[in-house]
Nanobody
Framework: QVQLVESGGGLVQPGGSLRLSCAASGNIFIIYSIAWYRQAPGKQRELVAIIDSVGSTNYADAVKGRFTISRDNAKNTAYLQMNSLKPEDTAVYYC????????????????WGQGTQVTIPS
């Protein structure tokens, strides 16, 4: 089994910054990709940013130029650096990982963290 734990959320004023962390633990052979999603009240969960196993990244248009996703493979941890935060960034941020646990079987599974609240007051 694999666990993803997010941290780093909080309340920050518009224009401020936060750094979210997603720590993966458990039976991990390789983490293929790690993504950050967010869900605002009354809205669907949306993809914010994703990074693959070789470091290629993609971002939602709404956060391009403001957010940066990164990962430390040695620590099985991913980060989301969020700058120039806006009230519309307010949401619960979730970490998602595609993880392969068994080196002898080419099977991977999708895991979610519990979420961390980010609040930017208007």
């Amino acid at each position: 089994q694999v666990q993803l734990v997010e941290s780093g959320g909080g309340l920050v004023q518009p224009g401020g910054s936060l750094r979210l962390s997603c720590a993966a633990s458990g039976n991990i052979f390789i983490i293929y990709s790690i993504a950050w999603y967010r869900q605002a009240p009354g809205k669907q969960r949306e993809l914010v940013a994703i990074i693959d196993s070789v470091g290629s990244t993609n971002y939602a248009d709404a956060v391009k130029g403001r957010f940066t996703i990164s990962r430390d493979n040695a620590k099985n941890t991913a980060y989301l650096q969020m700058n120039s935060l806006k009230p519309e960034d307010t949401a619960v941020y979730y970490c998602n990982g595609i993880v392969r646990s068994d080196p002898t079987r080419n099977m991977s599974y999708n895991y979610w963290g519990q979420g961390t609240q980010v609040t930017i007051p208007s």
